[in-house]
């Protein structure tokens, strides 16, 4: 049992930080912070107008500050994470709520999950249609259900009973995302194919946030309106804790954005954690293991933060929309391979 | 890089056997089969009669004969593990298919997930409802969408392109499920609680198995009606790959069974996958750790087999229904605790 001794000394220095203490209160020693989030794997059409990119850059800063004005006041990781998510899920631009993608019907059908790192309690739904903000009730399943993932009309019927803010389909739908769905559908209907065929940059998209407080927990969230033009109840990584979410205040917080298919495949954003944990790997070099060498190039990429607050983001996309910031001052929002 | 190079090296030594050469076919050397399946964790009720353990026991030689006898033949793996497992869901006696528990509505959603260990690649189904062998769903879920998870009317709407059995809902009842849900449901009432109560051990009950072919090609599955009484569209692990099911040629391949929160939460399949390739260990050491570290005692239990053809089952529950067969002759069917 040499290995289990081993990881037991090793995994004793990885306990999570403890709340701030009376001492430190009193030395007015400000614990540190940091937050990360993304908008989607994927670089903006080349014929995108600076007032086009301006507005990219606009949606990701105001979810930052969302995010980084309830850290920086004390507040928990889990609502960072949440307050992010429900300012992109509400902004036209970004495929998660309102400005999701259209499905073969041409509806939207909403995925999300969310994941406290100080207990490795989870929560995600799969396919609802008539929540404003899935990021909310992925939290809701989280904390009042005892369940991980609950899908499709039962997860609108636990919406129902938790009395979450309700919206119409059609009020998610833009006028961006109605011309891309007419444009694959055509493509796809053009080759006749079953199997759906590799999906393209501007066909995926996702948004996600991973944030670290005050009191040293993690937690780690995400959340889209899928592929564009998907069907049969198509469920990505999204909405399943281990594939697109994870977090462990003992390692690292991680959000996903690509080929959701490839994450779940290799549970990426748990892996991630696991190299961490196992193989004394930070997360810099376990994120360059998981995307550069498990997945193919051009899958995805991942946002993640460690339990110092070093922040990660990796992505073998031609881009990826995505934003930081922490206790030092930091205040970086990114678009495309900047 | 030091890490990377070293992991590479590892890595090098796990590369999948190859085929049979034809040297090997001229000397008549059979290559190894082997294949484990499970029925649940968990012990048969103290007031079982010695009819009823039987009738456990030759519904799992049974399912245990239809793999084998593919393997035997130089069937592939999946086959082998497609042909168990129809034979556990359409045994009464067993939580999958016919026989399948109650959900709060006095009916029956059906779980599946399949992976083959030599493509990573795989396919689950989610709240399947008239799907007589959800098993053969997932699998064409794995060859011919191109997605890994397909939940709810979605998953139907595909069954009924794919053209696969079918039947009323109704069809999977049985009288002991009924009295089962009858009294988990008088006991929630009782209890007046949205949260869903920890599991019982006769609440849970999945069934999977696991196959080494000729080839030295790994696969996996695992199918389950979920856990009596669920609500809201609750799904499990059973039908996500990484938490109830993995497979890799590589290293092993995994079918769980249990409270299918932990095993999401923990990516429990993929995680063993993950230890042997990571830190060397046995598939033994491998299942021990995540089992008995990381999961809660009586969280569930695992089967598994690694490229050798090694068999390991590992259980923090009573006991689990569970057999194996193997190309040295081995016939081996056991319940509760033996």
Known sequence: MRHTLLFTILFASFVPQMPATAADQKANVTRKWAIVLHGGAGAPPANATPQQLQARRDGLAAALTAGRTVLAAGGSSLDAVEATIRVLEDDPLFNAGHGAVFNSEGEHELDASIMDGSTLDGGGVAGVRTVKNPIT?????????????LAGPGAEAFATQQNVDRVPNAS?????????WEKVRAQEAAENALRQQPAKPWQIGTVGCVAL???????AGTSTGGRTNKKFGRVGDSPIISA??????????ISASGIGEQFIRHAAAAQISLLMQHREWSLQQAADYVLK????????GIIGLDRSGMIVWVFTTPGM???AADSSGRFDIRIGSE
């Not at 809701?140 to 369940?147: D, F, K, L, P, Q």
């Not at 998610?172 to 891309?180: C, P």
């Not at 407080?213 to 937690?219: E, L, T």
């Open 293 to 300: 060498q498990r997945l193919r190039p051009g899958d995805g």
């Open 172 to 180: 998610f739908s833009t006028e961006l995302r109605r011309a891309e």
């Open 137 to 149: 009730l992925a939290r809701r399943v989280m904390t009042e259900t005892g369940h991980v993932l």
């Open 213 to 219: 407080d005050k009191a040293g927990n993690i937690a």
């Open 244 to 253: 697109g979410t994870y977090a462990d205040n003992a390692t690292c917080g």
């Open 321 to 323: 929309y995505r934003a």
